[in-house]
């Protein structure tokens, strides 16, 4: 194919280098927490967290003050709802540090919290089925104290198919729904789980694993997923999602039911 170009275009094509095709590095899903060192001598950007991508006025007014006083007065906005200030000295990162956590956030997070993304809910948003941020932390909440979890996951909770939270390339990810309750109609929220998607080098779809699960019953599935991968997987370094993709979505349901929890 490359010979019939070059015969068409009258003249041969550029090569480059075998290492200039070598497969990117791996994304280390945590590595927007925390301080870091810049290029530029002697200047850090700091990744905070921010609890469900929510964060009060207050808050944000105190963090413009924070990036004013102590960074360049930027402040970048990351695709996991987090939080980045750039350009503070060396000398003054603690000070920074300690401001930000007065305000009631944190500059690191659990494996779990580091990937959870959730979009508005029904506290804010006319088409959600659930309140996505509150079952979020829920879940968050009850894994974090349960599952010594030692790589990142994306967790993904979405209200409605329009999918702002993106919840089919999350490691696992929840699609809102009712959950009828009785035959005259009552309802619950609830989710459809899906698990197993990807983004980047892991481009996939996530397809659904569990249909119609209640919120209050979500925190104790996503615990039972967690636990089955940290049981059944083939060494530490198999990362959740070649876990979920290394098996069929019937077989994987057999291992994830087959964890117990409190
Ligand atoms: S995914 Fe649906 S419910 Fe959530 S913010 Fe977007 S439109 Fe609203």
């Not at 075998?18 to 497969?23: E, F, K, R, S, V």
């Not at 690191?108 to 959730?118: C, H, K």
């Not at 109609?185 to 990807?198: I, K, L, R, W």
Request: proline fraction near 3%.
């Amino acid at each position: 194919m490359l010979s019939l170009v070059e015969d068409k275009l009258g003249r041969k094509l550029d090569r480059v280098g075998g290492d200039a095709l070598a497969p990117r590095a791996p994304f280390d899903r945590a590595a927007h927490i925390g301080v870091h060192a810049q290029k530029q001598p002697e200047r850090n950007w700091i990744g905070i967290v921010l609890p469900v991508g929510r964060m009060s006025a207050d808050q944000m007014r105190a963090l413009a003050q924070v990036a004013r006083d102590l960074g360049d007065g930027d402040i970048r906005l990351t695709v996991w709802q987090n939080l980045i200030i750039s350009g503070v000295r060396s000398e003054d990162v603690a000070a920074a540090q300690a401001r930000i956590e007065a305000l009631g956030l944190s500059i690191s997070a659990t494996s779990i919290r580091a990937g959870l993304v959730a979009c508005t809910g029904n506290v804010g948003c006319k088409f959600a089925a659930s309140d996505t941020k509150r079952h979020a932390e829920e879940i968050a909440r009850w894994c974090e104290s349960r599952v010594a979890l030692d790589s990142p996951i994306n967790i993904h909770l979405t209200g409605c198919h329009h999918s702002c939270a993106q919840h089919y390339i999350g490691d696992i990810g929840l699609l809102a729904c009712k959950v009828q309750t009785s035959e005259d109609g009552d309802a619950v929220e609830g989710y459809h789980v899906h698990v197993g998607g990807g983004f980047g080098p892991d481009a996939a779809i996530a397809p659904e694993i569990y249909r119609d699960v209640k919120a209050e019953e979500a925190p104790r599935l996503v615990e039972r997923m967690l636990k089955a991968y940290l049981a059944h997987r083939a060494s530490p370094q198999e990362s959740f999602l070649a876990f979920t993709r290394r098996h069929e979505i019937a077989a994987l349901r057999n291992l994830i039911d087959g964890e117990a929890v409190e």
